[in-house]
């Protein structure tokens, strides 16, 4: 398992994967909206350097396991053997905490880490989609009232209970609002919430565009 901040300050961490949400994630993301699709983006970063190997997104409208997640996991592994990385020298980056289809993904194509911008909870709360949190509780076998998450920096306050395990063996999943809590520096670290916060906002107003290509109100 890894967690990466062993290899890189959390301002450095959040400098590259907020990047690559602006500048690699958005504008695919964007135009896969524009095409009925969901918003829900991913990419594979080197653990070395944080440069960003390749970056996609949800591809539902052709078929409803083209997630942001799996499709990227599909289209990277269409790169050549030859020129692609070991996953276990990437670090996967996901837009929203991962369903439980793309987390199984993740974790069957050989990755130990991921990293996430907006939890379950704000996926179900504020973007409105329903099925991670749904299916999680309707189907696997969660123990209902076991609080256990802290509410995060990012402000959506509701009681919740972690679906996996969140460091393991296995895996070590880390939110934006974890890498934002482990800044020591008070300064620095209001300085990277209000970048974080930033970045939020404007990726989340593709859930307008969403909704307004659905005809939702
Ligand atoms: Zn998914």
Known sequence: MTDVRTFHPPTALLDALCSCI???????S???????????????LLKSDLSVVYADTNQERGSPLWHGETWTLKQFFEIP???????????????????SLCLSAILWSGFDNFVY???????HFVFECHG???????VFNIREGEVARQASLDGVQSQVRPQYKLRSDRLVALSFAELLASISDGTVQAEYVAKVEGVKKSY????EAYRRNMGVE
């Open 81 to 99: 053997a030859s020129q692609r990385p070991d996953v276990k020298e990437c670090l996967f980056l996901t837009t929203h905490e991962p369903c």
């Open 132 to 138: 991670d949190l749904d299916i999680f509780n309707d």
């Open 22 to 28: 602006e500048t690699d994630i958005h504008p695919l």
């Open 204 to 207: 989340g107003r593709l859930s």
């Open 117 to 123: 911008l907006y939890t379950y909870e704000e996926t």
């Open 30 to 44: 964007a135009t896969a909206v524009s095409n009925g699709s969901k918003l829900f983006g991913a990419a594979i």
